[in-house]
C-alpha cells in the first residue's frame, strides 16, 4: 500500500480542493439534478486528500501494469 502513497502535502491539498469545488459545483447545480456519476472523481479526490491513498493511480497500475 505504500507505493500507491502521496507524499506531498501541496498535493494532497490540491486534491482537497478541487474535491471541494467539484462538491460546490454539484450543491450550485442541485444535487437532485446533478447525475451521480460526477459525485465519483469528487470522492475520489477527497479520499485521496484525506488518507494520502491515490485511488486512480491504484487503477491505473491495474490496468497498466507497471513493473
Excluded: Q
Excluded at 475520489?44 to 486528500?49: H, K, T
Amino acid at each position: 500500500m505504500k507505493k500507491y502513497m502521496i507524499d506531498s502535502k501541496a498535493l494532497r491539498m490540491t486534491f482537497l480542493l478541487i474535491g471541494m469545488f467539484i462538491f460546490l459545483g454539484i450543491w450550485l447545480t442541485g444535487v437532485n439534478v446533478a447525475h451521480w456519476v460526477l459525485f465519483l472523481p469528487a470522492i475520489f479526490l477527497m479520499f485521496a486528500g484525506i488518507t494520502g491513498v491515490c485511488p486512480s493511480l491504484i487503477v491505473n497500475k491495474m490496468i497498466f501494469k507497471e513493473n
